[in-house]
Each structure stands twice: as C-alpha cells, then as structure tokens.
C-alpha cells in the first residue's frame, strides 16, 4: 500500500517535471529526445510529434497540436480512462475490457502508424 | 451432430461431440446445435450432459438459462464449481502500452495492446491461467518497451549531433 503510493508520487513528480520541461523548451528547436526507430527506418512512429504536440497545448495552440499528432488527443484521454477504470461504471468496463475494443485500438493505432508514411 | 459454441466474443463451429469434449471448455460456455431453442451454458445442455456431467435429464426440461455471448457473468449458472467468486482479471497494463505508443515508439508497445485484448479475451473465455500468461507476457513488453525508450534517449541525442 505505502509503496504503491510511492509508486504514484513518483509517476506525478514525472509527470509535472515533463509537463514543466515542455512548457519552457520547444522540441522543435531545443535539442530534445529524438525517436530511435524514426533515426533508423526513417519512417514516423504513431508517437513522432507527441513532445511538439505537447509544447503546443501546453501554449493553448490546440490546432498546431492536431497537427503535430492527433494521436495524442486519443491515446492520453484512453490512458486516462484505463488508469481509473476500476472506479468506472460497470457498463464503461465492460466497452473498455472488451477484447474487440482492445484490437480495435490496436487496429487504429497501426493503421495510423502506416498511414502518417503514405 | 452439429454443435456451434461461443468462446472469445465469437461463434465458431460447427464441432463434433468428440471434438467439443477434447477442447475441456469451462462449463458455462454459450452451446447451440439444432433443436435447442437458444443459446444455453454447455453444462446444461442434454447431449452434453456425458461431457460436462452437470445437467440432469428430465429435471425442468424447458426451464433453462438464455446466456448471452461474452456474459461473464453466465458462469454464475453452472453449479458451485463456477458460481464462486471469479478470480481477479489480471493486468492489461493498457493505460501503460497506450502511453508508450505514443513516447517510446517502439512496436513493443503496440504488441502489448494486442496481448492486453488477449488478456480480456482469455479472461472473458474462463481461461484464467492463459489470462495470466498473457498478462505477463504484456508486462514484458511494457518493461521492453520502456526499457529501449530509455535506452534510445541518450543514443538519440547523440546521433542528431
């Protein structure tokens, strides 16, 4: 129990120090974390964009956002939403729990993987 | 004899009774075969009373339970062996494996969504020991997942300069 909350402060302390970093250091010219299959393949990921994205809304430019990576503005909700499910309606579990709902995620994010490299 | 089943969230069939008593389903899976008015648990079906052995022929012949596809909670009609308290889905670790698509971008993460559904899938099935696995297996690639993100950050910055 202690540790699980240990656990949780550290994932906030991460969370708010990255949203910091975000809100001050623009990707798109700072030096930042680049994507490591993206340096390869030189393909984009379904993730390449997100730290724009983020440095975006974080400046309360929602379009500019979208169009770094709409993915974002699907996945952290849907993260989200799994984080508390336990404490959803049984109705919502069900939909989120589902296996057809879960490939369908997965389906959506590979289509958008190849997709984005058309 | 034609016997179609409902496992996973889909119809699959049609089975023979050797077939169906090989595949040692849980016992509140969903079984239709011709003359059956619906869908109804296996344990109660009257052919397949040598398999599962619950049913008891003659004993409220019309009364049985419509169980719905993919209703965990149908397993609640097979007797005291499956009325217990189910055990605890296992971790999909979901929240996770989406997150992950999104900053380590990495296929590690996208095939840990796909056996997090396996997990439901198995979970959903009775399969509580394939759940397991499968939850395992995801926290696996979670772990590789971040584990390469990790990795890749310091090798990232330094092939940009």
């Not at chain 1, 984009?44 to 956002?65: F, K, W, Y």
Request: glycine fraction near 8%; proline fraction near 8%; charge should be neutral.
């Amino acid at each position: 129990m202690r540790s699980g909350n240990l656990f949780r402060a550290a994932v906030a302390f991460v969370a708010v120090a990255a949203l910091a970093w975000y809100y001050f250091r623009d990707p798109a010219v700072a030096p930042a974390p680049r994507c490591l299959l993206q340096a390869i393949t030189g393909y984009d990921c379904p993730g390449c964009g997100t730290q724009r994205a983020l440095h975006a809304l974080l400046h309360a430019r929602v379009g500019e956002a979208w169009a770094f990576n709409p993915a974002v503005f699907f996945a952290v909700p849907l993260a989200a939403l799994y984080l508390l499910a336990d404490r959803l309606p049984r109705r919502m579990q069900r939909v989120l729990y589902a296996p057809a709902f879960i490939l369908a995620v997965a389906a959506a994010i590979l289509a958008w993987w190849i997709g984005r490299n058309l | 004899m034609k016997i179609w089943i409902h496992t996973g969230g889909v119809q699959n069939g049609p089975y023979s009774k050797e077939q169906i008593a090989a595949m040692h389903l849980p016992p509140a899976t969903p079984v239709w075969y011709e003359g059956l008015p619906q869908w109804i648990p296996a344990c109660q079906a009257p052919e397949l009373a040598d398999i599962f052995g619950a049913a008891e022929p003659g004993e409220n012949p019309g009364e049985t339970t419509t169980v719905r596809a993919s209703e965990p909670a149908a397993a609640a009609v097979c007797g005291v062996e499956t009325a217990e308290a189910l055990p605890p889905r296992p971790s999909t670790f979901l929240a996770w494996s989406i997150i992950l698509t999104l900053c380590c971008c990495t296929p590690f993460s996208l095939a840990a969504v796909v056996t997090g559904a396996l997990t439901t899938q198995r979970y959903n099935r009775g399969d509580y020991e394939g759940a397991q696995r499968m939850s395992g297996i995801t926290e696996w690639l979670v772990i590789i997942s971040i584990t390469l993100g990790i990795v890749g950050l310091p090798v990232s910055m330094i092939a940009m300069m």
